[in-house]
């Protein structure tokens, strides 16, 4: 094992540029003419087109996304009636139950379908469709600040 090497031609000297035109590398060590590519130190940033209008600047923007926007883990009533009769339902109820991937994430329920069972279940946000609908079945809706 320590006799072992490398196979003939699979390493190859480095290239030492910079040292004078008898070094097989010429008067400009590979860098051609003038520019920005020649000068030390200067090279061109990323995405850099040669003056050209970049393409993230030709590209039409769209829309807009608010850097603190409020997302919900939406649910629906119908999901709701797989809970036994007078059960309370948190998150963390409901992220068993496969309803939604967060348990700390923010809930809104939605007045889909229909609740047949009292149920107390806890909620960051309730719509009006889905007070409606629990005062309709007489459950209970806590809001969880």
């Given at each position: 094992?320590?006799?072992?090497?490398?196979?003939?031609?699979?390493t190859?000297?480095t290239?030492?540029?910079?040292?004078?035109?008898?070094s097989g590398?010429?008067?400009?060590?590979?860098?051609?003419?003038?520019?920005?590519?020649?000068?030390?130190?200067?090279?061109?940033?990323?995405?850099?087109?040669?003056?050209?209008?970049?393409?993230?600047?030709?590209?039409?923007?769209?829309?807009?996304?608010?850097p603190?926007?409020?997302?919900?883990?939406?649910?629906?009533?119908?999901?709701?009636?797989?809970?036994?009769?007078?059960?309370?339902i948190?998150?963390?109820?409901?992220?068993?139950?496969?309803?939604?991937?967060?348990?700390?994430?923010?809930?809104?329920?939605?007045?889909?379908?229909?609740?047949?069972?009292?149920?107390?279940?806890?909620?960051h946000?309730?719509?009006?469709?889905?007070?409606?609908?629990?005062?309709?079945?007489?459950?209970?809706m806590?809001?969880?600040?």
């Open positions: 094992m320590n006799e072992l090497g490398s196979p003939r031609g699979a190859r000297p290239k030492r540029r910079g040292r004078g035109s008898g590398h010429g008067k400009t060590s590979c860098r051609g003419r003038k520019g920005a590519k020649k000068r030390s130190g200067r090279t061109t940033r990323p995405h850099f087109e040669g003056g050209q209008m970049p393409l993230a600047r030709r590209i039409p923007k769209k829309g807009f996304k608010a603190f926007r409020q997302t919900y883990q939406i649910v629906n009533i119908e999901s709701l009636d797989r809970f036994e009769d007078n059960s309370i948190g998150p963390d109820e409901l992220k068993k139950a496969r309803l939604i991937s967060s348990a700390t994430h923010p809930i809104k329920i939605l007045g889909d379908g229909k609740l047949t069972k009292k149920l107390t279940v806890k909620a946000k309730f719509s009006k469709s889905a007070k409606k609908k629990f005062e309709e079945a007489t459950a209970k806590e809001v969880i600040s």
